[in-house]
């Protein structure tokens, strides 16, 4: 028996799809190859069996998300999860935003931010520099989204850098999209016994 | 095509000669693929049960729930017979649940549940159509998001 999760956490559930995933012994070449299935790499995501249904967005896709998250340069790694989990907590993908602030806690060695984040919404209590780049991330969010100049001079009054900004931009609408994957086609679960 | 000839940079008014092109070039590979993913949803050799038209008109609905006129009518230009779906206020009695959901998805993520799939399935859309039509609905929800960046970092009022 499992339950889907309702609340922010950073124990990060498992994700049940609303349909049914690919499966992988029926699986197309172009769907083996967008889902990078080797004879040493057999084991594929759910998520991600469920997204080769559509193989040309996904094909284009992982290296599009990679890029955004983890391409060198401009903003740390660190802010720019939490530009997506400012986005993730705005669409509520429980899922999503586990996985974030889970990535965050460990790249800064520290839950202080996420701590806050989970237990005070929007009110949390935040450096200059974090509540600038949340406060971007989750009016961006919005839809329509609602950024405007003062959330652009907040961001430039905290130091980041035109290079800064736009990986925020990058990562925050990044997330715009996966909650509306990862939210709309499934669940984020988790087993009775470790409930 | 340079990365200043893509959807997101032409719509966002970033140029060569813009004070942020250097900007922009050290993320041209992000530029790029960006307009690869938006061929593969807007133009995919295996569209399945939504056709390019169709899927023009749905960009362009997107966009206009997203408060964009002028990405609305890149998109509406490819979307022929289909274009009076690209008005959010415009349904079909066809494509009434498809469209409920392209709305929903767009602009109340958050309130998806269950019910809202098992709807769909209901009206015999299959399950690759129901993810064909969330990444096509997704991948707008970040373009519009990118370009009003842009465009804010610029000066250019939302």
């Not at chain 1, 249904?53 to 903003?75: C, K, Q, W």
């Not at chain 1, 907590?89 to 899922?95: A, G, H, Q, S, T």
């Not at chain 1, 990058?170 to 086609?185: K, P």
Request: with cysteine; net charge negative.
């Amino acid at each position: 028996m499992s339950r889907v999760i309702h609340k922010f956490t950073r124990n990060v559930p498992q994700w049940r799809p609303r349909v049914t995933p690919v499966k992988l012994a029926e699986a197309t070449p172009e769907q083996l190859e967008a889902l990078q299935v080797t004879p040493s790499n057999t084991k594929v995501s759910d998520y991600v069996l469920t997204l080769a249904h559509d193989v040309e967005s996904l094909a284009v896709r992982s290296p599009l998300f990679n890029a955004i998250m983890y391409d060198p340069g401009g903003m740390s790694r660190a802010e720019r999860e939490l530009g997506a989990l400012g986005a993730s907590m705005v669409n509520r993908c429980i899922y999503c935003a586990a996985v974030h602030a889970e990535r965050h806690a460990q790249l800064e060695k520290d839950t202080r931010v996420t701590d806050e984040l989970f237990a005070n919404g929007e009110a949390a209590d935040l450096n200059e520099r974090d509540r600038a780049i949340l406060d971007f991330a989750r009016k961006s969010a919005g839809a329509p989204p609602a950024a405007g100049p003062k959330d652009m001079d907040a961001l430039r009054k905290a130091g980041l850098s035109d290079a800064e900004i736009l990986d925020l931009i990058l990562s925050s609408a990044l997330f715009g999209w996966a909650n509306r994957l990862m939210h709309v086609l499934g669940d984020p679960v988790r087993q009775k016994a470790d409930a | 095509m340079t990365h200043f000839e893509t959807t997101i940079l032409r719509q966002s008014g970033v140029t060569l000669d813009s004070d942020l092109a250097d900007t922009a070039t050290a993320r041209a590979n992000i530029f790029d693929m960006t307009e690869a993913t938006e061929a593969a949803v807007l133009r995919p050799k295996d569209f399945g049960g939504f056709p390019h038209d169709l899927r023009a008109a749905l960009a362009a609905r997107v966009a206009r729930l997203a408060g964009d006129e002028d990405l609305a009518l890149h998109f509406a230009t490819d979307a022929e017979d289909r274009i009076a779906l690209a008005d959010p206020s415009t349904t079909d009695a066809e494509l009434a649940g498809v469209l409920a959901f392209v709305d929903k998805v767009a602009n109340q993520t958050r309130d998806i549940t269950a019910d809202d799939i098992l709807a769909l399935q209901a009206a015999g859309v299959s399950d690759a159509d129901i993810v064909r039509l969330c990444e096509l609905v997704a991948f707008l929800a970040y373009q519009t998001r990118v370009i009003a960046g842009l465009r804010l970092m610029q000066g250019v009022a939302p």
